[in-house]
């Protein structure tokens, strides 16, 4: 597998329309049970508001850099401009269509202690009549795309699915879904559809065995006119069968925390492995991948190209093959783990030769937070500070090195102009929560520490290890020769 196809990801266009809805969480500690009735009384510390149901997809191809837009239908309500207001913070083009009389559909959870400890619904099915006003516009805006993702929870806005298909095949789109009718005739001219086993089951299939499994899903592929059923199979991996090949992908070993919106991640994957120029079974190995990271996180997670490329580099065992992000992409993910709750540290260095003090010192700032953002001096840079003999290695292999290690989630140069030697503009870009720098300096005299304490953030001087530099390195290289 060429990784190099994923810098293709930005090229993926694609079209998610379905049942979108606001997932609420509020967050609490439990400490005693109410004396109104036998229930635990959860005092509330925080809430959070996410991307649900069709919106959860198109997040997750947003946050694998895919283009993508989102149609669906939303009330006349404060939940409905909130989901918009969360979209448009994700980078997604909603087209969300109001309709007056009904009520955005919302799941709300209390959560304790990484437990759910009730669920309420606020929903009332979309009709026909509201379904038809997706179709329209669908007509409208399905020439921008090369993919269309239909998620269908059952929620009424996909009511007229068939005419749906219809309109997109006949502008020459790939058409995938998510289902959750038992009835696959209503998918007809898919090209790919992603049951999992219950709703394989459901809808006539027969999972007895490996032979049966195979014949059963072949026969409601034939019988509903669909290309190919991506079979999700749990802890059995996943199976992409079509009328003449069957290709099984193993499920990954991990620790499991949360399965939920892991549905969401693979299809999300595979559409999107697809417009960057995967085959079919390598964007489906891909999509395989991405679910194993997605269900080893809380909550309907996403997954990013970096964490996606280090577990296919793991998987596959190569050396020397890795993926690192675009740079004008980075931006991009440091906001969404921003929006996600997560710390940001900074660091930077021109980190010639790594060396056991750097691989420390990286972890140690890795740990002050939960992503950590490496600047890195560009040769020109370099050359400035160290003079002419410097860099001993160019900027791209000290960047690959640098991304293969797992303290460091993303590595961006600066320094293309003498008065940018420093990475203060770069970390007013970025706005850190916590800046990292190594050495015998005062917080007065580091970089960017101004604007990172002028947003509330904080400032750590972490010491070197003795003995460990790169000048030591060069020097014993040319006493040796």
Known sequence: MNLSALRNLNQAKVLVVGDVMLDRYWHGDTGRISPEAPVPVVKVSSLEDKAGGAANVAKNIAHLDGQVGLLGLI??????????????????????????????????????????????????????????????????????????????????????????????????????????????????????????????????????DEVTLTTSARALIKQAGIGAMLLTRSEQGMSLITQDEKHDFAAQVQEVSDVTGAGDTVIATLTTMLGAGFSPSEAVELANLAAGIAVAKLGAATVTPEELSRKLGQYLRQTGEHYQTPYEEVLKHIEFAKQNGETIVFTNGCFDILHAGHVRYLAQAKARGDRLVVGLNNDESISRLKGPERPINPLNERAMVLSALASVDWVIPFGKESENDTPAKLIEQISPHILVKGGDYQVSEIAGADHVLAMGGQVDVLPFLDGCSTSNIIAKARETD
């Not at 918009?84 to 559909?105: G, N, R």
């Not at 239909?150 to 006949?170: H, P, Q, R, W």
């Not at 790939?174 to 709703?199: F, H, M, Q």
Request: proline fraction near 3%; charged fraction near 25%; glycine fraction near 6%.
């Open 75 to 208: 009330g006349e309500d404060d939940n409905g401009r909130q989901l918009e207001s969360i979209l448009a913070k994700e980078q997604i083009a909603s087209q969300l269509v109001t309709v007056a009389e009904l009520p955005t559909i919302a799941k709300m959870r209390v959560i304790s202690r990484h437990q759910q400890v009730v669920r309420l619904d606020l929903e009332e099915p979309f009709v026909q009549s509201h379904s038809q006003l997706l179709l329209t516009r669908l007509e409208q805006v399905v020439n921008d795309y090369d993919f269309v993702l239909f998620s269908d929870y059952n929620k009424g806005a996909l009511t007229c699915i068939e005419e749906m298909i219809t309109v997109a095949k006949a502008a020459g789109k790939t058409v995938l879904i998510d289902p959750k009718s038992s009835d696959l005739s209503r998918y007809r001219g898919a090209d790919y559809i992603t049951p999992n086993l219950n709703e394989f089951r459901l809808a006539g299939g027969d999972n007895r």
